[in-house]
C-alpha cells in the first residue's frame, strides 16, 4: 500500500505527442482507492472479468488524464516583437576656450626713421570642433569691422589632429577668410588659436576691440 505525508505531492510528467500531463501520484492513488473499495462492496465486482477491470482502469486513467493535461505551448514561453526606430541628429559645434584677448603695441619696438611702430601677439587660447557630418567643414573668420588703414590683425588656427591650417591670415578688411579647411567628422580638441597686430606710424593712437566670429561651415 502507498503511503503519503499530509502535504507530500509526487507528481509525474507524461508525453503524449505535443501535450504534457502532470499526475498528482497521491491523487490518483486516492481516487483509485475509493474506485476499489466501492468495486469491492459491490454485486458487480465479484463478476467483472480481467478484459472489464482493464477496461475501466483504461477509461478513469484517460478521463484522468483530459482533465489533467496542459498544452505544450501553453506552458511554453511567449514572445513578441518590437521595431525600434533609431536616429542621430547633426551635431556641429564649433567653441573657444575664453571670450576675449587683449593685444597691446606699447611702442617699446619703435624705432626712429621707420614706419613700423611694433606689434602685438598671443597664443593663449584655442578652439574645438564636433561634428558628424558625412562631408568634410571648414572654419572662417570675420571681425566685425574693418581695421584702419596701417594696421593689421590676424589670425592663425592650428591644427595637427583632423583638418589643414591656412596658417596665419590677415583679417583687416572684415571679410570672411578660410583659416582651417578639409575638417572630417569627429574632433578638433583644443587647438591653439594665434592672433597678430602690428600698426604704422602713419596710422595713428587707437583704442578699441574687434569681435572675431569663428564659423563652422560646408
Same mark, same amino acid.
Given at each position: 500500500?502507498?503511503?503519503?505525508?499530509?502535504?507530500?505531492?509526487?507528481?509525474?510528467?507524461?508525453?503524449?505527442?505535443?501535450?504534457?500531463?502532470?499526475?498528482?501520484?497521491?491523487?490518483?492513488?486516492?481516487?483509485?482507492?475509493?474506485?476499489?473499495?466501492?468495486?469491492?462492496?459491490?454485486?458487480?465486482?465479484?463478476?467483472?472479468?480481467?478484459?472489464?477491470?482493464?477496461?475501466?482502469?483504461?477509461?478513469?486513467?484517460?478521463?484522468?488524464?483530459?482533465?489533467?493535461?496542459?498544452?505544450?505551448?501553453?506552458?511554453?514561453?511567449?514572445?513578441?516583437?518590437?521595431?525600434?526606430?533609431?536616429?542621430?541628429?547633426?551635431?556641429?559645434?564649433?567653441?573657444? +576656450?575664453? !571670450?576675449? *584677448?587683449? $593685444? =597691446?603695441?606699447?611702442?617699446?619696438?619703435? &624705432?626712429?626713421? %621707420?614706419? /613700423?611702430? #611694433?606689434?602685438?601677439?598671443?597664443?593663449?587660447?584655442?578652439?574645438?570642433?564636433?561634428?558628424?557630418?558625412?562631408?568634410?567643414?571648414?572654419?572662417?573668420?570675420?571681425?566685425?569691422?574693418?581695421?584702419?588703414?596701417?594696421?593689421?590683425?590676424?589670425?592663425?588656427?592650428?591644427?595637427?589632429?583632423?583638418?589643414? +591650417?591656412? !596658417?596665419? *591670415?590677415? $583679417? =583687416?578688411?572684415?571679410?570672411?577668410?578660410? &583659416?582651417?579647411? %578639409?575638417? /572630417?567628422? #569627429?574632433?578638433?580638441?583644443?587647438?591653439?588659436?594665434?592672433?597678430?597686430?602690428?600698426?604704422?606710424?602713419?596710422?595713428?593712437?587707437?583704442?578699441?576691440?574687434?569681435?572675431?566670429?569663428?564659423?563652422?561651415?560646408?
Amino acid at each position: 500500500m502507498i503511503q503519503y505525508s499530509h502535504n507530500e505531492t509526487v507528481v509525474l510528467r507524461v508525453c503524449f505527442g505535443k501535450w504534457l500531463i502532470y499526475m498528482d501520484l497521491r491523487v490518483w492513488h486516492e481516487y483509485w482507492s475509493v474506485w476499489y473499495q466501492t468495486m469491492k462492496h459491490s454485486h458487480q465486482y465479484h463478476t467483472f472479468t480481467g478484459v472489464t477491470i482493464m477496461k475501466r482502469t483504461i477509461s478513469i486513467l484517460a478521463a484522468a488524464a483530459f482533465f489533467a493535461f496542459i498544452s505544450e505551448s501553453a506552458i511554453a514561453q511567449s514572445s513578441a516583437q518590437q521595431t525600434v526606430n533609431l536616429s542621430v541628429s547633426a551635431v556641429q559645434l564649433i567653441d573657444v +576656450s575664453s !571670450g576675449s *584677448v587683449t $593685444l =597691446s603695441i606699447d611702442g617699446s619696438a619703435a &624705432v626712429a626713421g %621707420t614706419n /613700423a611702430v #611694433g606689434s602685438a601677439t598671443d597664443n593663449s587660447t584655442s578652439y574645438s570642433i564636433t561634428h558628424n557630418n558625412g562631408a568634410n567643414l571648414r572654419v572662417t573668420a570675420q571681425i566685425d569691422a574693418a581695421m584702419p588703414a596701417g594696421m593689421t590683425l590676424s589670425i592663425d588656427l592650428a591644427n595637427a589632429s583632423n583638418g589643414t +591650417s591656412a !596658417g596665419a *591670415v590677415d $583679417l =583687416s578688411d572684415g571679410t570672411a577668410k578660410d &583659416v582651417v579647411t %578639409t575638417i /572630417a567628422k #569627429g574632433v578638433v580638441s583644443a587647438e591653439t588659436i594665434s592672433y597678430s597686430f602690428a600698426a604704422d606710424a602713419d596710422a595713428g593712437q587707437f583704442s578699441g576691440s574687434r569681435t572675431v566670429t569663428l564659423t563652422l561651415t560646408n
